[in-house]
C-alpha cells in the first residue's frame, strides 16, 4: 500500500511518515498494550492533498483494503445493521497540536447501523445518543474554521443525514460509511490550514509544510454504560514531578468530554475505587510505557465495560521544576545517565523552574478559587473574549478568562499573560496549552459566570478591564496586584547544576552543560543559595 499503513508493532516508519500518534500507538502494541485496531493514512497523503486539492489517487481503494482488515480483525460490519464497526479518525502531526485540528468519532453509525447497535447493546438510548454525537463531530469537522480573530468557538452542531452540514453549497452527511470516511479523511487533511493551526504553529515555530497523518480506529466506548469512562493520565505529576499517577476521569462519558473542559472531570485516583481493575491494569500501562520511553509519560485512555484500551501516549515533556526533578529521579535511577539527564534540562526550564506565587493569600482579596494547572504568576487587565484579549494586549498584560477554551481561542491564549476557565481539569484544552506555552493558567472555578464583558464569582461581580492576578500554583484569582515571592531552588534543582559544573564527555554534552552553568549563573547562583 501506498498511502496506507498498519498500526501493529511491525510497522518501521516514524513519526515523520506516521505522525506521532500513530508512531506512538505503535509503541504500544510493541510494548504488548491494549491498543484499538486501526490503521494510519500517512502524512505525505496529507501533503498530497494539500497539494491538489483532493485525495491522492488509489487512497480510496486502499481504504477499501484497510477497512476490510479492519473488518476482519474486529469481526464487525462497517455501517452494518448487525455488529456494526464504527471508527474514530483523527489527526496526527509529527509533532504535537493539541486539540489543534478535526476528530470525528463514532463514524459509521448509518441509521441502520444505529439500529444494529441498539439491538445489540439493547440500549437504544446509548446508539440514538452515539449516532447524535457522530453527526455533530462530522457537522463541526467539515464546517470552515471561523476567520481569524472572530474568536467565536464553533460548538458541535445537530444534523442528521440528508440535510446540509457544514460547507457551502449545501454538502451533506453521507448516508453510506465508506462516504463518511472519504469526507472524515478530507476534513482532518483540511483543518491542518485552519487560522488556529497555523497560529499555533507561528507560536511554537513549527513548519507549516509538514502536514498531519490521519488515524482511523476501531471505537471502543467511554460512555456505553456505568463500568465505562476515559481520562488521560501522566505517570508523573507534571505540575512538580513527583512519582505518582496524575490525570483526569470521566465516568460514563467519551474522550472529547474531558479535554474540551465542557463537563468536571474526576481526580484520575478515584478511578482506583471505582474500577479497581481497570485502576490496576492502567497503572501497569503507565509503568511500562514510562519504561518504554525512558522518561515520564502522558497516556489516553478509555475503558468500556470494564475493559483498558489506550488511545494515545508520548513522552509527558514536563516543564521547570517537574522536568528538573525528573531528569534527576531517573538519573538516581540509574534509568538515564547524568549526561543525559543535562540534555533533557534546557536553560528555557531553568527560567521556570523558581515559580512565582503570592506571598500572602491570607490578606489579598481573592475573587474566586479553582484548580493550578500551570504553575506561576500572572498579572493583567480581565479579558472575557479572544477578541478583547488581542485587542486589549496591545496596551498591557491580560488575564483571558472563559467557560472554556477550543482552538478557537487560540489568538487570545496567545495574546495573554494568564489563562482562567470556569470548567475543565488540569488534562482540559485550556491547560494542556497553556503548559506547552508556559503561562500560568487556573481551570475549574467552581462558580464561575463568564459574559460578555463583566465575570460573576462567589456573588461579585467585575467588569471587563478589572485588574487581577493569578497563581497557577494555588488555583487563586485575586483582585489587583498582591505581593507575590519566589520560591529558591531545591535539592533537584542544586545537584543538576553540580553535574553541570562538573560534567565531562562528548562535545554535546559539554555544550548543553555549559549553557545550564551560563543559565544557572544569570539566575543569580550566589545570591540564590
Not at 467511554?222 to 493520565?233: E, I, K, L, Y
Not at 488534562?427 to 496549552?433: E, F, I, L, T, Y
Request: proline share 6%; with cysteine; glycine share 12%.
Amino acid at each position: 500500500m501506498r498511502w496506507i499503513r498498519t498500526l501493529s508493532a511491525r510497522a518501521e516508519e516514524g513519526a515523520q511518515t506516521l505522525g506521532a500518534k500513530a508512531h506512538g500507538l505503535v509503541t504500544l502494541h510493541r510494548l504488548g498494550l491494549p491498543v484499538p485496531a486501526g490503521f494510519v493514512v500517512t502524512v505525505e497523503a496529507c501533503r498530497e492533498f494539500l497539494r491538489t486539492g483532493r485525495l491522492p489517487g488509489g487512497l480510496d481503494e486502499e481504504l477499501a483494503i484497510a477497512m476490510a482488515g479492519l473488518e476482519a480483525a474486529t469481526g464487525r460490519r462497517f455501517g452494518g445493521s448487525r455488529g456494526p464497526l464504527t471508527v474514530s479518525v483523527r489527526s496526527g502531526a509529527s509533532v504535537s497540536m493539541p486539540g489543534m485540528m478535526n476528530t470525528v468519532l463514532n463514524l459509521g453509525l448509518t441509521p441502520e447501523a444505529e439500529a444494529g447497535l441498539a439491538a445489540e447493546t439493547g440500549d437504544p438510548e446509548f446508539a440514538a445518543d452515539a449516532r447524535l454525537r457522530f453527526l455533530s463531530s462530522f457537522a463541526s469537522a467539515i464546517t470552515p474554521d471561523v476567520t481569524a480573530g472572530s474568536g467565536a468557538a464553533a460548538g458541535p452542531r445537530s444534523v442528521d443525514a440528508g440535510k446540509p452540514a457544514g460547507r457551502p453549497g449545501g454538502r451533506t452527511v453521507p448516508d453510506d460509511a465508506s462516504g463518511q470516511l472519504g469526507r472524515a479523511i478530507e476534513a482532518v487533511f483540511s483543518s491542518w490550514d485552519t487560522p488556529r493551526a497555523r497560529t499555533y504553529r507561528d507560536l511554537h515555530g513549527i513548519p507549516h509544510d509538514l502536514g498531519t497523518a490521519v488515524i482511523v480506529q476501531a471505537m471502543v466506548y467511554g460512555n456505553r454504560d456505568d463500568h465505562s469512562g476515559t481520562g488521560v493520565a501522566f505517570s508523573r505529576d507534571p505540575n512538580t514531578g513527583e512519582n505518582v499517577p496524575f490525570g483526569d476521569v470521566m465516568f460514563g462519558h467519551q474522550g472529547e468530554d474531558v479535554v474540551s473542559g465542557r463537563a468536571a472531570p474526576r481526580p484520575l485516583h478515584e478511578l482506583a475505587g471505582r474500577e479497581p481493575a481497570v485502576w490496576t491494569a492502567l497503572t501497569e500501562a503507565l509503568s511500562r510505557v514510562g519504561a518504554g520511553y525512558r522518561d515520564a509519560c502522558y497516556v489516553e485512555f478509555t475503558f468500556e465495560s470494564g475493559a483498558l484500551w489506550l488511545l494515545q501516549a508520548r513522552p509527558a515533556r514536563l516543564a521547570g521544576a517537574a522536568a528538573v526533578r525528573v531528569a534527576t529521579d531517573l538519573a538516581d535511577e540509574r534509568v538515564i545517565t547524568r549526561n543525559e539527564a543535562l540534555l533533557r534540562v534546557s536553560p528555557r526550564h531553568l527560567r521556570h523552574v523558581r515559580t512565582p506565587r503570592i506571598a500572602a493569600p491570607a490578606r489579598a482579596d481573592i475573587l474566586a478559587r479553582g484548580l493550578g494547572a500551570c504553575p506561576g504568576v500572572a498579572a493583567g487587565r480581565v479579558a472575557t473574549t479572544t477578541e478583547a484579549a488581542v485587542r486589549m494586549a496591545a496596551d498591557g498584560p491580560v488575564v483571558l478568562v472563559r467557560p472554556e477554551t477550543s482552538p478557537h481561542d487560540m489568538r487570545g491564549l496567545a495574546a495573554a499573560a494568564g489563562i482562567v476557565t470556569a470548567r475543565g481539569g488540569p488534562a482540559s484544552h485550556a491547560a494542556v496549552v497553556a503548559r506547552s506555552m508556559g503561562k500560568p493558567a487556573v481551570v475549574g472555578v467552581t462558580g464561575l459566570v463568564v459574559e460578555a464583558a463583566s465575570l460573576t464569582a462567589d456573588g461579585r461581580t467585575v467588569s471587563e478591564g478589572t485588574l487581577v492576578t493569578i497563581d497557577g500554583t494555588s488555583g487563586e484569582v485575586v483582585l489587583g496586584t498582591p505581593a507575590v515571592s519566589t520560591s529558591t531552588a531545591d535539592a533537584c534543582l542544586r545537584r543538576l547544576l553540580a553535574w553541570a559544573d562538573d560534567v565531562s564527555g562528548d562535545h554535546s554534552e559539554r555544550e548543553e552543560a555549559h549553557r545550564l552553568s551560563a543559565a544557572h549563573a544569570a539566575l543569580g547562583r550566589d545570591k540564590t543559595y
